[in-house]
């Protein structure tokens, strides 16, 4: 996935300890990942230190970085800053065909585009050097 | 009746919906002393409690148990958002059959609009550009507000069955028909289901009327044993059933946003009281927000999931229905400190003693509560019957 740096970033800020950190410097590589079981198959995210089908350790396993809007709002009253400046904007629930969902932002769309089952893909924004966190926009068309 | 089965013989309710005078401890200490009067039992014999509020954290009870003065025997600060009073009821009806006390008191009080004003709704996860930790990493930078998590949840259900804004908006309607009859509610003008549709959007497709207020308030009860309660001052309202559960904590983690955990507890609370959804004369439901109501209306078994909308439409609901929902005017219209389940199982109460008032539901013997807490994540329904 594209990954776009040197962006100000003014919004809630995630601090990952050692365990976390993966997610988000793959992101800010281009690579969006979530979890996969070696011992069940099951896939989770949000990332954890267990498998929350079978118990045991769940290992970084990489995705396409495309998805489907399973579910979303418009924001249309956000008291918080950065976020009061930006409304309206689109919060949605996308479900990656890997078999896991993603919280984020749709974002380049008009908001009457946006529906259920939209097709979309990720993209990265760093937050820190080094760390990026994914964001989502209509899939272009071509390859 | 066996003599240790559960009852609530004591409700009370401290000053709402606006009450700068009250800290959160006096909300408490209000509401107790209240339901102390109305029962009839001495402080002296309370020997469990069970109390969480708004931002105390676990050890709320201690430090509640403290300023109130409780010798414990048996204590319990189950914290799952506004649901957790329906636990307290399960946990304490528990604990009476048990022996491990005789009087419970649950408590709750929240000074939530006074001290800090409509933010619950519509502020964001995490402070503004603040460091965020665990799951917040995945959710707080995407400026997703409260209203807007349960927003995703009525889309889904809009797109997989049908189900439209103006039959929301009959919950709404429904609710503050209720609080026109409660001197105390927060807003008690009749409303239409074209006002709630032509209310501004606060999170598509919730409008301002699909959600509940923002106030203060605090209530208590009374639990004790049915043997116990036959030397008191109330008729005694018994505990038929009782069950929690929860499908998921934070939004971005539930399984089916049509779906919660309530498809589970009630099928079981009313396994344990022998009794269907057909036997239920009135409803006091968390209305958190319009889809809130919708959702558990489903699980619960008053109609087919997806088939809530058509069924609230129909006006079940209503004052004169045959499932009056919120006869004190909830969230919706009257009163939401924060975690409004303690207030569910104190109107249930006032009904099955037939002290309702103008907002009486004839015959009523058996309410049903559900509580929920979060994001339709912990859920715990109550059935409570007339003795």
Redesign the interface.
């Known amino acids: 996935m594209e990954v776009i740096r040197g962006q100000e970033w003014k919004r809630p800020k995630p601090a990952p300890d050692a365990s976390e950190r993966p997610f988000f410097e793959a992101a800010a590589r281009g690579e969006l990942l979530h979890q996969r079981c070696p011992a069940c198959g099951h896939r989770q995210f949000y990332p954890r230190a267990v498998c929350t089908a079978c118990g045991a350790d769940p290992e970084w396993a990489p995705s396409a970085g495309r998805g489907v809007v399973h579910t979303f709002t418009v924001v249309r009253q956000n008291g918080m800053p950065p976020f009061k400046h930006e409304l309206p904007y689109v919060v949605a629930m996308i479900e990656l065909p890997e078999g896991v969902r993603m919280l984020g932002n749709v974002t380049g769309v008009e908001l009457d585009q946006v529906r259920v089952g939209l097709a979309v893909e990720a993209y990265a924004v760093e937050f820190e050097p080094g760390l990026a966190l994914p964001f989502w926009r209509a899939t272009r068309s071509g390859p | 009746m066996p003599s240790r089965d559960p009852v609530i013989v004591g409700i009370g309710l401290s000053d709402y919906p606006v009450a700068p005078h009250l800290s959160t401890p006096q909300h408490h200490a209000q509401a107790m002393q209240r339901a102390l009067a109305d029962s009839g039992v001495a402080k002296r014999d309370l020997d469990g409690f069970c109390c969480v509020g708004m931002g105390g954290g676990p050890g709320e009870a201690m430090v509640m148990a403290e300023y109130l003065g409780i010798d414990h025997r048996y204590v319990d600060s189950t914290m799952t958002g506004g649901s957790s009073f329906e636990f307290h009821v399960q946990h304490a009806a528990a604990a009476l059959r048990q022996g491990l006390c005789e009087t419970v008191l649950v408590t709750y009080g929240s000074n939530f609009l006074s001290a800090r004003g409509r933010?619950l709704g519509?502020?964001?996860?995490?402070?503004?550009?603040?460091?965020?930790?665990g799951?917040?990493?995945?959710?707080?930078?995407?400026?997703?507000?409260l209203?807007?998590?349960y927003?995703?949840?009525a889309?889904?259900h809009m797109?997989e069955y049908g189900t439209k804004p103006e039959q929301l908006a009959e919950i709404a309607v429904g609710v503050r028909e209720f609080a026109g009859l409660n001197p105390k509610a927060m807003y008690r003008d009749p409303i239409t289901v074209s006002d709630v549709l032509a209310s501004?959007?606060?999170?598509?497709?919730?409008h301002l009327l699909d959600c509940c207020v923002v106030s203060d308030g605090g209530g208590a009860f009374i639990m004790t044993t049915a043997e116990r309660a036959r030397d008191l001052r109330q008729p005694a309202v018994r505990v038929l059933g009782a069950a929690g559960g929860q499908t998921h904590w934070n939004?971005?983690?539930m399984p089916d946003?049509t779906r919660s955990a309530a498809a589970k507890t009630a099928p079981e609370t009313f396994a344990q009281a022998g009794l269907t959804p057909a036997d239920v004369d009135v409803l006091q439901f968390y209305d958190s927000f319009t889809i809130t109501v919708l959702t558990l209306l489903e699980d619960c078994g008053f109609c087919a999931k997806g088939e809530g909308g058509p069924f609230v439409a129909e006006g079940h609901l209503r004052r004169g229905g045959r499932l009056p929902l919120n006869t004190d005017g909830g969230g919706l219209s009257s009163c939401h400190s924060g975690m409004r389940g303690i207030f569910l199982v104190i109107e249930a109460v006032r009904q099955l003693r037939g002290q309702a008032g103008e907002a009486q539901v004839p015959r009523a013997e058996v309410a049903l509560c559900a509580g929920s807490g979060g994001f339709l994540s912990g859920i715990g329904t109550v059935l409570l019957g007339k003795s």
């Open positions: 933010t519509t502020g964001g996860f995490g402070g503004p550009g603040g460091r965020v930790h799951p917040d990493m995945y959710q707080a930078a995407y400026g997703l507000s209203v807007g998590a927003a995703m949840i889309r889904r797109h501004r959007m606060i999170a598509d497709p919730l939004i971005s983690q946003f």
